[in-house]
């Protein structure tokens, strides 16, 4: 049996969930990013049109869905031009993110590059082909044998966002190296503050690229914006030289979106609506929980796009579990993204107005009994 992962960090979450879990008023789970309100019905009503499906789907995505995914860059990440033999749809994208190195053919002796504090996949794909992973921010710091970069704009679990220039930067490098870049983007629609009005750029915007898609591939996932989790509903861009190898070693593999989901993509890349309403709700969440996080004396780094606060006491990351499990709240430690230790831990606002209403609520209830 192969070894190389070791056992699924959320495992080390049980004992807190049992702390919280034992609240008068019950738990405030707000630590799985996982979204709770319901699919959009438009996206529902395609999936339904679509249950006669008796022959297989294609694996490539249909030309109606690779079509819609090209339009939607345009429209919506300011991507132009695409063609629609550089996209392709992925079962959600954590598949894709763990696959990418065994595709793109990677093993001993090869570096994968991942941000400094980053979402658990990419370490898992890294490991599965047995090739170095190593967590740095600086592409000045990236290794001669650098095979494979992840961005994360926005980013998991910190929020963090890459502008223009820093991407223009990991382009540089990257390019130095003859290396991947990736960018896992599923957050973009997402942005709060500065990046409400402004586009979250993606990597593959011209005045990133500068039009020249070589080695680059962005991944972008309907999990978030649309209720889509359940669904596995994804798909990735870029150089075709990349695309439609990987679709080929998909084939060989039955690595196929269901046709029903393919449809129900289409139905949510052509309504833009839904996903302004859901933005809506969750800035409302955000609002709610950012003022009690901050008012109980966490300090909020980042945290400026996506689903999550980023928040630290400056105490072992474990502490402040234990001290908001104590509250009923559950939280993930820092430590399950970030290497060496961590004073962080993450707040997901993917939970119903009232469970978020009173996470806050015992966080000000909180700060009284203790002044
Ligand atoms: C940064 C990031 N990438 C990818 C994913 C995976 O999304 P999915 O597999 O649902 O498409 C997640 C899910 O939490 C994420 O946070």
Redesign the pocket.
């Known amino acids: 049996m192969f070894d190389g992962l070791p056992e699924y960090p959320w495992k080390k979450l049980k004992p807190y969930e049992e702390i919280a879990r034992q609240h008068p008023n019950g738990m405030v789970d707000l630590s799985v ?1 996982s979204p709770v309100d319901p699919t959009p019905q438009v996206i529902q009503d395609a999936l339904i049109q679509a249950t006669n499906a008796p022959g297989y789907p294609s694996t490539a995505g249909s030309l109606e869905l690779r079509q819609a995914i090209v339009d939607w860059f345009a429209l919506r990440r300011a991507v132009p031009n695409l063609s629609t033999d550089q996209v392709m749809p ?1 079962i ?4 894709l ?1 763990s696959f990418l190195p065994l595709f793109l053919g990677l093993g001993k002796g090869d570096v994968v590059v991942q941000p400094r504090v980053a ?1 658990t ?1 990419y370490v898992v794909g890294a490991s599965l082909v047995g090739a170095e992973i190593i967590s740095s921010d600086d592409p000045d710091e990236w290794p001669a044998n650098t095979k494979l970069i992840w961005l ?1 704009s926005p ?3 910190d929020g963090k966002v890459l502008d223009v220039p820093a991407l223009r930067k990991a382009v540089k490098r990257a390019r130095e190296l003859g290396a991947v870049l990736a960018s ?1 983007e ?2 973009a629609e997402l942005g709060w503050g500065q990046w409400a009005e402004t586009r979250i750029p993606s990597l593959l915007d011209p005045a990133v690229s500068d039009g020249n898609q070589e080695n680059l591939l962005v ?1 972008y ?4 914006q649309s209720n889509l ?1 359940g669904y ?3 798909f990735a861009a870029g150089d075709k030289n990349l695309i439609q190898p990987i679709v080929n070693l998909r084939m060989h593999s039955g690595l196929m979106m269901p046709a029903p989901v393919q449809q129900a993509v289409i139905a949510a890349l052509g309504d833009h609506q839904h996903v302004l309403v859901e933005r809506e709700i969750y800035r409302s969440r955000r609002d709610l929980l950012l003022s009690a996080v901050k008012n109980y004396g966490f300090t909020v780094s980042d945290s400026e796009a ?1 689903l999550y606060l980023w928040a630290s006491l400056g105490e072992d990351c474990w502490s402040t579990v234990r001290r908001m499990a104590e509250l009923g709240i559950l939280v993930v430690p820092g430590e399950f993204y970030e290497a060496g230790g961590s004073e962080y831990v993450r707040f997901s606002i993917t939970a119903t107005d009232d469970k978020i209403a009173e996470g806050a609520n015992r966080l000000s209830n909180a700060i009284k009994l203790n002044s």
């Open positions: 990013g992925s959600g994208s954590k598949e993110i979402y996949a994360n980013g998991n679990p896992d599923c957050y991944l996932s309907l999990s978030k989790a596995r509903a994804a996506g």
